[in-house]
């Protein structure tokens, strides 16, 4: 049974940092993209970072570089997300997806909120 467990959100006052982590099981982990997506309230869903299969490269959305980091540990079956200098805008929800040419796996998400 394919799982993507989502942990770390919480309530950050803003400029805070918070890290989210994602703990993977049922499927080849190492074999998979993972990425960090976002949905705010009354918003698209929003790509926020990718990283590939071997952690070898990532990609971070325009808006997030300088703040949010992705890595990943294959040994562990786990992928994070470091998101610091938060800002109110960033109150959403936060899901972790692992994707390859064949397969799309969702965690359920975990709520972040940034106050003013």
């Known amino acids: 049974q394919v799982q993507l467990a989502v942990s770390g959100g919480g309530l950050v006052q803003s400029g805070g940092s918070l890290s989210l982590s994602c703990a993977a099981s049922g499927f080849t982990f190492s074999r998979f993209t993972m990425s960090w997506y976002r949905q705010g309230p009354g918003k698209e869903r929003e790509l926020l970072a990718t990283i590939t299969s071997t952690g070898g490269s990532t990609n971070v959305a325009d808006d997030m570089k300088g703040r949010f980091t992705i890595s990943r540990d294959n040994a562990k079956n786990t992928v994070h997300l470091q998101m610091s200098s938060l800002k109110p805008k960033d109150t959403a929800m936060y899901y972790c997806?692992?994707?390859?040419?064949?397969?799309?796996?969702w965690g359920r998400g975990t709520q972040v909120t940034v106050s003013d």
């Open positions: 997806n692992a994707s390859n040419a064949w397969l799309d796996y």
